[in-house]
């Protein structure tokens, strides 16, 4: 059974700092791109993140400005996400996801359920 | 940076009917389109990939069309479990965007 179980979510002061973690198991972790996408509240999916199989080419969306970082252990089967600078506006639930490839084009396939991450004084 | 709409943002349905959810790219995105569902509290499901390849598992009554700039994502006869909120995604360039969401909601 395929599962990502996302932790590390919690309640942080703005400009505090923060790293996510995503366990995964029941697929070889290790050929798989991954990636975070996030969620605010009441709101509409916003991608965040992308990295490669051996975490050589990693994606980013526009709104990190070098905040977040993507990584990963493929020894312990586990994707990172570490954040910084937080604002409130990154606000959100924080879903890991699987990435599967279909010719050149690429779709979000497992998905965590979600961590949430709250910044607020 | 591409953007996504899609139409409507919400719309009343019943069991049995056929709806159709457009999805409108900034300019064009070849086939690299993606349809997803999700329910309260879930996370997302992946429904359809590059426009129209069903994902397996995911029952016949979805279909999507479509190609550059617009695309649909059609449900014929709703069951019960299809009333929730469908969001499109393109991954023809990065930054990787979604469309804002169609909540589909029971008459």
């Known amino acids: 059974e395929v599962r990502l179980v996302e932790s590390g979510g919690d309640l942080v002061q703005p400009g505090g700092s923060l790293r996510l973690s995503c366990a995964v198991s029941g697929f070889t972790f290790s050929s798989y791109w991954m990636g975070w996408v996030r969620q605010a509240p009441g709101k509409g999916l916003e991608w965040v993140a992308n990295?490669?199989?051996?975490?050589?080419?990693?994606r980013y969306a526009d709104f990190i400005k070098g905040r977040f970082t993507i990584s990963r252990d493929n020894a312990k089967n586990s994707l990172y996400l570490q954040m910084s600078s937080l604002r409130a506006e990154d606000t959100a639930i924080y879903y890991c996801a699987s990435i599967d490839w279909y010719g050149s084009s690429w779709f979000f396939d497992s998905w965590g359920q979600g961590t949430l991450v709250t910044v607020s004084s | 940076d591409i953007q996504m709409t899609q139409s409507p943002s919400s719309l009343s349905a019943s069991v049995g009917d056929r709806v159709t959810i457009t999805c409108r790219a900034s300019q064009s995105i070849n086939k690299y389109l993606n349809w997803y569902q999700q329910k309260p509290g879930k996370a997302p499901k992946i429904l359809i990939h590059v426009a129209s390849t069903l994902q397996s598992g995911v029952p016949s009554r979805f279909s999507g069309s479509g190609s550059g700039t617009e695309f649909t994502l059609t449900i014929s006869g709703l069951q019960p479990e299809d009333f929730a909120t469908y969001y499109c995604?393109?991954?023809?360039?990065?930054?990787?965007?979604f469309g804002q969401g169609t909540r589909l909601e029971i008459e």
């Open positions: 990295i490669k199989e051996d975490g050589s080419d990693n």
């Open positions: 995604q393109q991954t023809y360039s990065s930054p990787i965007t």
